[in-house]
Nanobody
């Protein structure tokens, strides 16, 4: 069974930074890897994604210029560097992955990702 293991969440003041990591040992299934988040009382929303092969990246408008998604081949890990954090970034962050080729809006849809991590909490104090 494919497992995604997240780490790096925590409590930070507004304007601060955190880096989330997501690791999996199942190389063969990876095509798309992404991060989604869900705040209490809100729907899950797309944050960022990366094409594992090409390195192409995709971002939600709300995080462009502040968050950076990257992949580390040597460690089979995807990172989400989050800078200039705001109180509205507070949420549980989930790593997601899928082996299928994605096109267009698929990158931004949680229903297109088959594999999910357990989530890591990010809390930004204002």
């Amino acid at each position: 069974q494919v497992q995604l293991v997240e780490s790096g969440g925590g409590l930070v003041q507004a304007g601060g930074s955190l880096r989330l990591s997501c690791t999996t040992s199942e190389r063969s299934f990876r095509y798309a890897m992404g991060w989604f988040r869900q705040a209490p009382g809100k729907e899950r929303e797309f944050v960022a994604a990366v094409n594992w092969s090409s390195g192409a990246t995709y971002y939600a408008d709300s995080v462009k210029g502040r968050f950076t998604i990257s992949r580390d081949y040597a460690k089979d890990t995807v990172h989400l560097q989050m800078n200039s954090l705001k109180a509205e970034d507070t949420a549980a962050y989930y790593c997601a992955a899928d082996s299928r080729r994605m096109y267009g809006s698929s990158w931004y849809s949680g229903s297109e990702y088959a594999y999910w991590g357990q989530g890591t909490q990010v809390t930004v104090s204002s």
